[in-house]
């Protein structure tokens, strides 16, 4: 019987391409240092196969983090009887994903005066709250 893959596998998978495409590195290269090829690093990142606790070691180190970086909030699939399933919010690692997201966290990023910063979250809420209301008109 084959094993399936499953949120958690996507959740780790998805912050391993968060990392590696925000400090630069591309496929090629992880796969190159893990001793891989770039289309089993693609398989590990959109969560196809799963990421053994050695290898998982193995990226924390190229990609310069913890191993906390890629489990912090993720939660079992199967919620403890009596407990209702809790999902960590998945909208940091899909705006990640994106090209846009990633241009735009790293230039928030640069900006050091606070008034800006605060200014331009206010702007973007302003027009997300202005997208929403014209979608549902």
């Given at each position: 019987?084959?094993?399936?893959?499953?949120?958690?596998?996507?959740?780790?998978?998805?912050?391993?391409?968060m990392?590696?495409?925000?400090?630069?590195?591309s496929?090629e290269?992880?796969?190159?240092?893990?001793?891989l090829?770039f289309?089993?690093v693609?398989?590990?990142e959109?969560?196809?196969?799963?990421?053994?606790?050695?290898?998982?070691?193995?990226?924390?180190?190229?990609?310069?983090?913890d191993?906390h970086?890629?489990?912090?909030?993720?939660?079992?699939?199967?919620?403890?009887?009596?407990?209702?399933?809790?999902?960590?919010?998945?909208?940091?690692?899909?705006?990640?994903?994106?090209?846009?997201?990633?241009?735009?966290?790293?230039?928030?990023?640069?900006?050091?005066n606070?008034?800006?910063?605060?200014?331009?979250?206010q702007?973007?809420?302003?027009?997300?709250?202005?997208?929403?209301t014209?979608?549902?008109?």
């Amino acid at each position: 019987m084959k094993k399936s893959t499953g949120s958690i596998d996507k959740e780790v998978g998805s912050r391993v391409r968060m990392r590696r495409v925000s400090i630069g590195m591309s496929q090629e290269k992880l796969g190159d240092m893990l001793g891989l090829t770039f289309q089993q690093v693609q398989k590990y990142e959109k969560g196809m196969n799963r990421i053994s606790v050695a290898r998982l070691i193995e990226i924390t180190k190229i990609l310069g983090v913890d191993v906390h970086f890629f489990l912090d909030g993720v939660t079992s699939t199967k919620p403890a009887p009596g407990f209702a399933e809790e999902s960590p919010p998945t909208y940091v690692a899909d705006m990640m994903a994106t090209p846009e997201g990633l241009q735009l966290v790293r230039h928030f990023a640069g900006i050091k005066n606070p008034k800006v910063r605060k200014s331009i979250v206010q702007l973007v809420a302003s027009v997300a709250t202005e997208d929403d209301t014209e979608r549902s008109s």
